[in-house]
């Protein structure tokens, strides 16, 4: 499995963004796909994740409402789009895949890292005023 993710780069604060990861070595939909970031110093921030075969759909606080996360099969790409950009938006953006199969164990949680299988290197997303 290999995820490659793209559209990090600088932005002014009130800016939106919207980030790709593309997805090759997989069943697409067997697959659900999460995005994450992970600021200097801090631990990585589960965002946001989609299932590629029903299309649900998790958000996590810190960007419900200003995001949006979309899968396109044809393309084997997720996207997450954010607007709003604040400072502290500042990271490494980076996306998960995990079997869809997995998300239906009780215990999953789409925020926690520990629950996706593979990675992407991540892209650099950072905010300014």
């Known amino acids: 499995v290999q995820l490659v993710e793209s559209g990090g780069g600088s932005v002014q604060t009130g800016g939106s963004l919207r980030l790709s990861c593309v997805a090759s070595?997989?069943?697409?939909?067997?697959?659900?796909i999460g995005w994450f970031r992970q600021a200097p110093g801090e631990e990585r921030e589960g965002l946001a994740c989609?299932?590629?075969?029903?299309?649900?759909?998790h958000y996590a606080t810190s960007i419900r409402g200003r995001s949006t996360i979309t899968s396109d099969s044809a393309l084997n790409t997720v996207y997450l789009e954010l607007d709003g950009l604040k400072r502290g938006d500042t990271a490494v953006y980076y996306c998960?895949?995990?079997?869809?199969?997995?998300?239906?164990?009780?215990?999953?949680?789409?925020?926690?890292?520990?629950?996706?299988?593979?990675w992407g290197q991540g892209t650099q997303v950072t905010v300014s005023s």
């Open positions: 989609i299932d590629n075969s029903d299309g649900q759909t």
């Open positions: 070595g997989l069943a697409f939909e067997d697959y659900a």
């Open positions: 998960a895949a995990v079997p869809r199969t997995h998300t239906f164990i009780i215990s999953w949680d789409f925020e926690a890292d520990v629950d996706y299988t593979d």
